[in-house]
């Protein structure tokens, strides 16, 4: 009997692994399947002739959308007219006086400081989606005002490279590419996060963990922050206490993690993520229900670049794969948004402080962001609901 049931389960695994469909390809076509309904639902609404309930209503048709596309679809010619605006804006004067914040040497660093003052009021709150679409908008909008770009913010599809982010377009260290992996560190143990009296999560260290030494960003100086480092082989590395606004000029580190990349951000966790019901299931499955091991997509993909500032939530913005990084998670909510926009488009949970600690009032529509000297200028949530109403005007294509 012992033997039968033995036999039948080998035949079984046999013609399962003749025929059956592989889980990542399968995720990716529905992944795709659902962006593309996102994009019909938003070519609907533009030309449907519904007025726009903004204050700031802009005119944004189908013909005026700056689309944003996945890296490795760039052309060479546009990956370099991207890298060298980026570097233009690392080399500008900052806004923010040093009075406030002495450690900003650039309009790149009014990004990162605004980001660093901030993070405990734009993650694990209700402001987290729209706060970040305002930053990465922002964001791109300097580089084309400032800096003479004329593209869109790339993403970065973290479920195409998910077995092996190191040697994706991205992160290949080739002159295309938003720069390599570290220099290789020998004999780093587990990196463990904390996050309050949760269960620390335990990772696996990346295969780099030095200095970033290829690519257009190997001489770049990183200025602001750390601040809280996640603890790699049992002790803080770099990230003392403090603001993270002191001048702390540093190589930037990454610590590239195809482990990482795999357990969190791979393709099923992208299509899981779309079929979530409320914006409050979406979100905290985005950055991770804590205390259950999973970091989601949010944390997935920024400890996939890992180091120093990628591995720190408070100066993530200082590595410049952070924009693609946040690119791809609003695209994640624009297409979650477009496949009920009628349900979804204002739908908003959660209160003003990271996990609500110390407990605050829950944030509204009516609630303003501010990014300080990066610039923008005092936002209500409601204005931040659409990616074609209030200030924008863009969408994203696979
Ligand atoms: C990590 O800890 C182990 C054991 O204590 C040690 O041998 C190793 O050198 C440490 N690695 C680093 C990068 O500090
Ligand atoms: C990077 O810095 C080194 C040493 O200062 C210099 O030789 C090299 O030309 C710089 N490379 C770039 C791309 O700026
Ligand atoms: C893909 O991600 C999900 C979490 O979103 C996880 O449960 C699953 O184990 C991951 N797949 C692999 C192969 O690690
Ligand atoms: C940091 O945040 C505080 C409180 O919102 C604000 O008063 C201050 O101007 C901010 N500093 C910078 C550099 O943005
Ligand atoms: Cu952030």
Redesign the pocket.
């Known amino acids: 009997m012992r033997l039968t049931v033995l036999s039948s389960v080998v035949l079984i695994g046999a013609a399962f692994a003749q025929s059956a469909p592989d889980p990542t390809a399968d995720a990716l076509a529905q992944f795709q399947d659902l962006t593309a309904e996102a994009q019909a639902a938003q070519d609907d609404l533009l030309s449907s002739t519904a007025t726009t309930s903004s204050k700031r209503a802009n005119t944004c048709t189908k013909d005026k959308l700056l689309v944003r596309k996945p890296w490795g679809s760039l052309s060479n010619l546009e990956r370099k007219a991207y890298t060298d605006a980026v570097l233009c804006f690392q080399k500008l004067p900052a806004k ?1 006086p040093t009075g ?2 002495p450690g900003v040497r650039s309009r790149y660093d009014d990004f990162l ?2 980001h660093i ?2 993070t405990l ?1 734009i993650h694990y709150t209700g402001t987290f989606l729209a706060w970040h679409r305002w930053f990465t908008w922002t964001y791109e909008q300097a580089l084309r005002n400032e800096c003479g770009y004329t593209g869109a913010q790339p993403y970065w599809n973290w479920a195409l490279y998910a077995k092996d982010p190191a040697s994706s377009p991205i992160f290949d260290g080739s002159d295309y590419s938003m720069s390599g992996n570290g220099e290789y560190i020998a004999g780093k143990g587990p990196i463990t996060l904390l996050l309050g009296d949760y269960a620390p999560v335990v990772l696996p260290p990346g295969t780099g963990g030095g200095c970033v030494t290829t690519g257009p960003f190997k001489n770049y100086t990183i200025n602001l922050g750390p601040v809280s480092m996640p603890l790699n082989n049992g002790s803080v590395i770099g990230g003392g206490p403090g603001t993270g ?1 002191a001048y702390n000029p540093r190589c930037m580190k990454r610590d590239i993690s195809a482990a990482i990349n795999t357990a969190f951000a791979n393709a099923t966790s992208v299509v899981k993520l779309l079929t979530r019901n409320t914006i409050a299931d979406f979100q905290l499955v985005m950055q991770g229900v804590p205390g259950s091991g999973n970091i989601g997509v949010h944390g997935g993909g920024h400890y996939t670049i890992g180091g120093d500032p990628a591995g720190d939530v408070f100066s993530s913005p200082g590595d410049p794969a952070f924009y693609l990084h946040h690119g791809m998670i609003d695209l994640t909510w624009w297409v979650w948004q477009m496949l009920d926009f009628t349900h979804r488009r204002n739908q908003i949970s959660g209160t003003q402080t990271f996990l609500n600690q110390p407990p605050s009032p829950d944030v509204t529509l009516d609630d303003t962001i ?1 990014l ?2 990066a610039g923008g200028g005092p936002i209500t949530m409601r204005e931040l609901m659409s990616v074609n109403d209030g200030p924008f005007c863009y969408t994203y294509s696979l």
Do not use: G
């Open positions: 923010t406030l914040v400081a605004t003052n901030q009021n606004l501010d300080s000297y």
